[in-house]
């Protein structure tokens, strides 16, 4: 079965480049777009990010464009989620997911947590 | 970009009660819209997809509707193990939205 975990959070300064990485297993990774989608402490869900799944399109949420960048090796079943000069209000869990049939997300990884602080 | 408004926020029921939950769309979707349970401590997991089909595994009490950029969530007869928070998510373009959440509680 399909398995998503997630790793390279922690405490990171304000400013300083951070990259998450999710490893997928379970499934043929190499046709399947991946999701990151983040949650702020006792807040909602935010949808961050999808790569398709040979890597050539990258579709961001509004407020994370040009800040984030997704990528994945298709060699390593490997996503990853370059955070560019983060700050403050980037400190969440980021969850990483299969695209399921262009149709939602499942399943979803138990998330790694990244706090944005001095 | 879409704007999904779900209601309510919380609500609290009892055990076998018929429970439902909105989520408006800001235009039209069509079905393109899911539904998340998040249980506490753990990764959200869909219930639902395509406004109404129920995703592999998901209890049949769950069921989705759709009436025109109105979609409805129900839980037919509430268990104990229901109690979390419910998203709904549209997945009509980029970028993809969530609502805000539905809290559900067990009396």
């Known amino acids: 079965q399909a398995l998503l975990v997630e790793s390279g959070g922690g405490v990171v300064q304000p400013g300083t480049s951070l990259r998450l990485s999710c490893a997928a297993s379970?499934?043929?990774?190499?046709?399947?777009?991946i999701h990151w989608v983040r949650q702020t402490p006792g807040k909602g869900l935010e949808w961050v990010a999808l790569?398709?799944?040979?890597?050539?399109?990258?579709y961001y949420g509004d407020s994370l464009r040009g800040r984030f960048t997704i990528s994945r090796d298709n060699s390593k079943n490997m996503v990853y989620l370059q955070m560019h000069s983060p700050g403050p209000e980037d400190t969440a869990v980021y969850y990483c997911?299969?695209?399921?049939?262009?149709?939602?997300?499942?399943?979803w990884g138990r998330g790694t947590l990244v706090i944005v602080s001095s | 970009a879409v704007q999904l408004t779900q209601s309510p926020s919380s609500l609290s029921a009892s055990v076998g009660d018929r429970v439902t939950i909105t989520c408006r769309a800001s235009?039209?979707?069509?079905?393109?819209l899911g539904w998340y349970q998040q249980k506490p401590g753990e990764a959200p997991k869909l219930l639902v997809f395509?406004?109404?089909t129920l995703q592999s595994g998901v209890p049949s009490r769950f069921s989705g509707r759709r009436s025109g950029t109105d979609f409805t969530l129900t839980i037919s007869s509430l268990q104990p193990e229901d109690l979390g928070i419910y998203y709904c998510?549209?997945?009509?373009?980029?970028?993809?939205?969530f609502g805000q959440g539905t809290k559900v509680d067990i009396k």
């Open positions: 997911a299969k695209d399921h049939r262009n149709s939602g997300l499942d399943p």
């Open positions: 379970g499934f043929r990774f190499a046709t399947h777009g």
């Open positions: 790569i398709s799944f040979d890597g050539k399109n990258q």
């Open positions: 235009q039209e979707i069509g079905n393109d």
């Open positions: 395509s406004a109404f």
């Open positions: 998510l549209h997945d009509y373009n980029f970028p993809w939205t």
